[in-house]
């Protein structure tokens, strides 16, 4: 399983995919780094995942991309 981020201009995109499945477990998206990062581990634990991969993708693990991971392991996710 791994936490996959996304970021546009106005949005950040997050969601939870299991590999082996090719399937999406959880998806968030949102202006606010904070509240996407919370409420994705919400629907991840609510699916039953709790351990995952953070994949910041092209990004550097600064800014909203920390935000919403520092959100996520608040939330409940053990990265």
């Known amino acids: 399983m791994r936490l996959s981020v ?3 201009n106005k949005y950040i ?3 939870v995919v299991d ?5 999406t477990v959880a998806a968030a998206y949102g202006k606010k ?5 919370k409420l994705v581990a919400e629907r991840a634990i609510k699916a039953g995942v709790k351990k995952i ?5 092209r990004y550097r693990y600064h800014g909203l991309i920390k935000t919403l991971a520092e959100a996520a392991r608040e ?5």
Request: glycine share 16%; hydrophobic share 45%.
């Open 6 to 8: 996304f970021r546009s």
């Open 13 to 15: 995109y997050a969601q």
């Open 53 to 57: 991969a953070f994949d910041r993708g």
């Open 33 to 37: 780094a904070a509240e996407v990062g």
């Open 75 to 79: 939330g409940g996710l053990a990265f």
């Open 19 to 23: 590999d082996a499945k090719r399937a």
